[in-house]
Each structure stands twice: as C-alpha cells, then as structure tokens.
C-alpha cells in the first residue's frame, strides 16, 4: 500500500458519493495480491447512474493526474471495471454486485470505510 494509491482511492470515493452511489467500499488488497493496492466497489441503482459515476471517477482521477489503463463494461452493462493499477474500482448494479459478491471473494483483504482514507 502506498500514498498515491490511497489517494486514488479517496479520489475516486469522493467522485461516486457525488454521483449518489449505493455502498460505497473499499478493500486493501495489497497485503494478498499484486494486482492492486486497493478495490473501490459501489452499487448503482440503474445503468444512467452506472454509466455517471464512471465519468465521474475517470474525470477527478484524471484531473489529479491518473489515467485508467483499461477499462471493462459500456453504456449498456450492469457493471464497470476501471483498472488504474494502483487501484481498481467496480461499480455494478445492484444485482451484479450480489452475483459477484466481490467482498466475500476478497475477504483476506482489509475492508476500510471511504471516510477512513
């Protein structure tokens, strides 16, 4: 784990909660994997809100600096993968965020509040 992923974290926490994203979490991964330092995972209620906390976490992360190397999901999907190295964020509906349940598969790793980093 390192400072600037922890701010690209924090960055891209505070860009969902503007875009009223549902449960907002983040996991340090770093400990247990080397694909990442942290996951950001968020819930949205429809694919327009979807598609709205993507635009805005692409656009703070890349104000501050931060380009998304490869990004997974379009204007029609249920759920977005943004892969920044450092960290990747998830944003899913409601649904999909159950059916991949993403917090039980990564539960080695350190669950932190948004308002913790």
């Not at 969902?16 to 949205?44: M, P």
């Not at 379009?74 to 993403?102: G, Q, T």
């Not at 917090?103 to 308002?115: F, M, N």
Request: hydrophobic share 40%; net charge negative.
């Amino acid at each position: 784990m390192n400072d600037v992923s922890r701010e690209m974290a924090k960055i891209a926490c505070h860009a969902l909660s503007d875009k009223k994203a549902e449960d907002v979490q983040v996991i340090d991964i770093s400990e247990i994997s080397v694909i990442a330092d942290y996951f950001v995972i968020a819930s949205a209620a429809n694919t327009n809100q979807l598609q709205a906390m993507m635009d805005a976490a692409e656009e703070e992360l890349y104000k501050a600096g931060y380009h998304c190397a490869q990004k997974e999901g379009n204007n029609n999907s249920s759920w977005i993968l943004m892969d920044y190295k450092d960290i990747i964020i998830h944003l899913f509906s409601k649904e999909d965020r159950l059916f991949y349940d993403l917090e039980r598969i990564w539960q080695d790793g350190k669950v932190i509040s948004p308002e913790e980093l």
